[in-house]
Structure formats: structure tokens, C-alpha cells
């Protein structure tokens, strides 16, 4: 299977909660990222949690991290339009080494 | 001006031809990527590069070539194109240091095989 695992699509309406989930295969993993791509960009780290952490809050924001199940995800707050986009998953590749792994992205639909 | 700059944004070439993407960043980061993007797939690493002239495959690497004499650059040929390799080609650049270490990403460049 692939090092990290996102579902494809998630569709709110504004001013609803999104959560965003993630698996990943390596346990020895420092440090756990989200990235946000808007549209015609490239990516842009939107948040990150060490692996000593159970969860991070950064405003509309709360990274949640379950270890034992390789489970990471991401919970937007009061959802916007402007926070549509793909959000990635991110962990380095297993083996010990400093190479961003991406899961395949997860697009986020904002409706009003 | 300071950051990560590909160019070309958007090129149309044709099957068999060699064609070269340029990346360039101002930082003197250590560390420069090469994915690609593609519906279904997500990020896959094309080739990375730990520092100047040290350069290795990630998981795509077949039919694309990279070299790195300077450290702020990061060229990505492809030797013969081919329709499969249509594409968006992101380059990334970061510092290794210990702590999180973000990717900085260029605005990618948008690759059409015709």
C-alpha cells in the first residue's frame, strides 16, 4: 500500500466543521504535515504536529493524532469558501531520511 | 525576488522532443524536489537532491534526467517525451534542520505532450 493514504473528495457547506483524514505506515515518522494547495499553486504548509503530540489547535484549526492507529486528520472550524482547496498529507519517507511522502490529496468542496 | 521559480509555467511539446524545466530558488536550501501531479495520483517524487551534485531517483524517474551544479538550481529534462509524461511538475526546496522542516513549493509548471 501506498506510505500515506487520504480519501479523495469532501464536500460541506460553509460555516460547517471538515475533517480531513489520513493513515500513514510509518511509525518512527518526527513530525506529521498538512499542506494546502488553492488553485493554479503550489503547496503551502498549513499546519504540522510532532509525534510526541496527541493533538495541535491553531485558530479554525485542530490537528488530531492517534499513533497506535497511524491515524492523522484535520478539522477546519467554521468552513469557509476560501478553504476550498486539496489538503495533503505529509509524513517523510519511511526509512529514516528527510523526503516529503504526500498522500494523493484531498479535495475540499466549500458550498454555500 | 525571493522564493522558488519554475519556468516555464505552461509548455506544449510535441512526442520525442527533449525538453528542460527550470527551477530556481533563493534561499541555498539543501535540499530540492521534483514531483509530479497527476488526477488520482497525488505528489510523486520524480528525483531529489540532498545538495549540489548530489542528486537520486525517487519513485518516477524513469525518462527524466536532473542535474545540480549550483545549489539554487535544479533542472529537470526529459529526454524524449512521451503523452504519458503530461503533466503539472512541482519543484520544492528545504532546509534539513532537525526540527519541522516545511517544503517551500514553486507555482509549478503545467506540461502538455502532444
Same mark, same amino acid.
Do not use: M, N, R
Given at each position: 500500500g501506498e506510505d500515506v493514504e487520504q480519501s479523495l473528495f469532501l464536500s460541506v457547506r460553509e460555516g460547517d466543521s471538515s475533517v480531513i483524514n489520513c493513515t500513514y505506515t510509518?511509525?518512527? &515518522?518526527t513530525y506529521l504535515y498538512w499542506y494546502k494547495q488553492e488553485p493554479g499553486a503550489g503547496l503551502q504548509l498549513l499546519t504540522y504536529i510532532f509525534s510526541n503530540m496527541d493533538m495541535k489547535q491553531d485558530q479554525r484549526l485542530t490537528v488530531l493524532l492517534n499513533k497506535k492507529d497511524k491515524h492523522l486528520s484535520l478539522r477546519i472550524a467554521?468552513?469557509?469558501?476560501?478553504? &476550498?482547496a486539496i489538503y495533503f498529507c505529509a509524513s517523510p519517507?519511511?526509512?529514516?531520511?528527510?523526503i516529503p511522502t504526500f498522500g494523493r490529496g484531498t479535495s475540499l468542496i466549500v458550498h454555500p | 525576488d525571493a522564493g522558488i521559480t519554475q519556468s516555464p509555467r505552461y509548455k506544449i511539446t510535441e512526442t520525442g522532443r527533449q525538453v528542460t524545466l527550470m527551477c530556481h530558488q533563493?534561499?541555498?536550501?539543501?535540499y530540492m524536489f521534483w514531483y509530479r501531479q497527476d488526477l488520482g495520483h497525488g505528489l510523486r517524487l520524480i528525483y531529489y537532491s540532498a545538495a549540489a551534485d548530489i542528486t537520486d531517483k525517487g519513485e518516477?524517474?524513469?525518462?527524466y534526467v536532473v542535474s545540480r551544479s549550483k545549489t539554487e538550481n535544479f533542472p529537470l529534462t526529459l529526454e524524449s517525451a512521451t503523452r504519458s509524461q503530461t503533466s503539472v511538475y512541482f519543484c520544492a526546496s528545504s532546509e534539513?534542520?532537525?526540527?519541522?522542516t516545511e517544503a517551500f513549493f514553486g507555482q509549478g509548471t503545467r506540461l502538455t505532450v502532444v
Open positions: 510509518d511509525s518512527s &515518522s467554521d468552513t469557509q469558501t476560501g478553504d &476550498s519517507k519511511p526509512g529514516g531520511s528527510y | 533563493t534561499w541555498s536550501h539543501s518516477v524517474s524513469d525518462g534539513w534542520g532537525g526540527a519541522a
